[in-house]
């Protein structure tokens, strides 16, 4: 890849994610107008019997036929990797109760960033939001791979639709069924992030954003209605709560909280508010200095001399 190249790649994708970030924006302001609306409903006292019994019963059904089966495909590290030019790294999917294998370390003059996020959580959308670009050029000119781990830690969080659950979901079947289109659903996902403590997206609003960010695939539907992949996400919580982390080289234990930054296996000790420089500056006392966070064009070769 040439540099004009790999600058024409890094703009094309923060242009795509910029695109999917307008449609969850909108996708979040209706979201906003129904919560609004529900809490109305609530507040007048109507239908509260009826919705609790819905909801009671929708867990009950969604938790008794929620089949078993593997993890997501490339996502056998518990997470989805995207090396130079965010190519996937390809993986098949985790059997049930198999151990997560940790993505191989890069080579050096590379970086290797691992991300642990809830699409719920606040802060995690504040990290996705100021780094996003930097860490589009980085992994598209091949000086980072970026690894994104999916999580349901505030399953409990969401007025009893398990939004958390269900948008981490929707995040596997994306690495599953469309796994270049994940970096921009990633971004949407953010972008649309609801309150905590409300219902956040419906199924089918899940659906929309996803296809709307390019994860077009026609079997997007069905694992996200019936939660295809929720038993690994929660497995995976699971794990990356407990420890030890399936990251390599790394003297984490746990995960704490999200988001859990780590650069070559480095915790990434920032705080909300985040800034890009901060972290670049952190991402090369992390490697040592052994890594280009701005390549410099190639020089041109010298012309052949004219022939006599």
Known sequence: ????????????????????????????????KKDRRTRLLLQGGLGIAAIAVVAIVAVV??????????????????GIRFDAG???????????????????PSAAGVVDVVVFTDYLCPVCADFQTEMDDLLTTLVDSG????????????????AGTQYSLRAANAAACTANFAPAAFPAVNAALFAAQPEPDTEGLADGELLDLVREAGA??????????????????EAATTRAQAGPL???????????????????GVRYPGTDPFDAADFSQF??????????LEPSPSPSPSPSPAAP
């Open 1 to 32: 890849m040439t540099d004009s190249d790999a600058a024409t790649g890094s703009e094309g994708m923060i242009e795509r994610r910029a695109e999917a970030r307008d449609k969850a924006r909108q996708l979040r302001a209706t979201q906003k």
């Open 61 to 78: 059904i969604v938790g008794s036929v929620r089949p078993e089966g593997p993890g997501p495909r490339n996502m056998a590290s518990d």
């Open 86 to 104: 965010f190519a996937v790294q390809t993986t098949a999917g985790l059997e049930p109760g198999e151990t997560p294998t940790p993505s191989e």
């Open 143 to 158: 000086a980072a791979t970026l690894e994104i781990h999916p999580l349901a830690t505030l399953t409990n969080r969401s």
């Open 216 to 233: 077009d695939s026609g079997s997007m539907e069905r694992c996200i209605e019936e939660r295809r992949f929720a038993p690994w996400v």
């Open 246 to 264: 399936p990251v390599a080289s790394t003297e984490v234990e746990s995960l704490g909280g999200t988001p859990l930054v780590l650069v070559n």
């Open 283 to 292: 991402i090369l006392q992390a490697a040592g200095g052994d890594v280009d």
